[in-house]
Every structure is written in structure tokens, then in C-alpha cells.
């Protein structure tokens, strides 16, 4: 599959997902998010595709967060950042990776996930 392809209509679900009743908004974003992370994982091991593969792992651990997956926002900022990907998409990974961990941890304190 084309990660540009699944990027793309991620991108479309994300927009309507703004002009949808609410209750839909989060089945949307999770199949968005399926699609993203899906283009994520194509590109992962290609150091080549810099800086698209790093965008793609910040989109993807965005609507992770949005979900409340944070060891899968764990997970995909893990995988984005690299020696040949841009600084500020790397932070953008570890400010991602930082922020998820601390919403796990609230989360299981207050006897949530």
C-alpha cells in the first residue's frame, strides 16, 4: 500500500470528522489513526524518507493521543525518531513520548486504563 494514499485519506477522515455529528467524531479519528499509523509502519525503517517519515510518526502518535493509546503513542514516537530525522519533528516526538507518559500515569492513578 502507499503511504501517501493512506496518508491522504486519513487526512480526508480527519476533515470530516470536523462536520460530523459528535458521537462520530472518535470512530473517524480511529480509523484515520489505523491509516496513519499504517503509513508510519511502511516508512519506519526508511531513513531515506526523511523527513516524511518522521512527519507520518507524529501525525500518527497525535491521533494516538487523541485516543488515549499511549503506549502506542509510546511506540510510534520510539519508532520516529532518528539520527537523519528533522530536530524539530524529533522533539516533536519526544514531547509527544513525554506527554502520553504522563496521561498513562494519571490515568492509572486515578484508576483509569
Known amino acids: 500500500m502507499n503511504p501517501r494514499f493512506l496518508h491522504t485519506q486519513a487526512m480526508t477522515l480527519l476533515d470530516m470528522a470536523k ?3 459528535e458521537e462520530f467524531r472518535l470512530q473517524l479519528v480511529a ?4 491509516l496513519e499509523s499504517a ?5 519506519s525503517e ?4 526523511e523527513p516524511t517519515r518522521a ?6 502518535a497525535h491521533l494516538a493521543l487523541k485516543l488515549g493509546k499511549y503506549d502506542e503513542v509510546m511506540s510510534l514516537c520510539a519508532q520516529g525518531v532518528g539520527d537523519k ?3 524539530d519533528l524529533n522533539k516533536a516526538l519526544l514531547d ?5 507518559k504522563k496521561l498513562k500515569e494519571k490515568s492509572q492513578e486515578g484508576g483509569g486504563q
Do not use: F, G, Q
Open 19 to 21: 462536520r460530523v455529528p
Open 55 to 60: 512527519a507520518l510518526h507524529v501525525s500518527a
Open 39 to 43: 503509513a508510519a509502519d511502511i516508512l
Open 85 to 87: 530525522a528533522p530536530e
Open 31 to 34: 480509523v484515520a489513526y489505523v
Open 96 to 100: 509527544l513520548s513525554k506527554k502520553a
Open 46 to 49: 526508511r531513513v531515506d524518507a
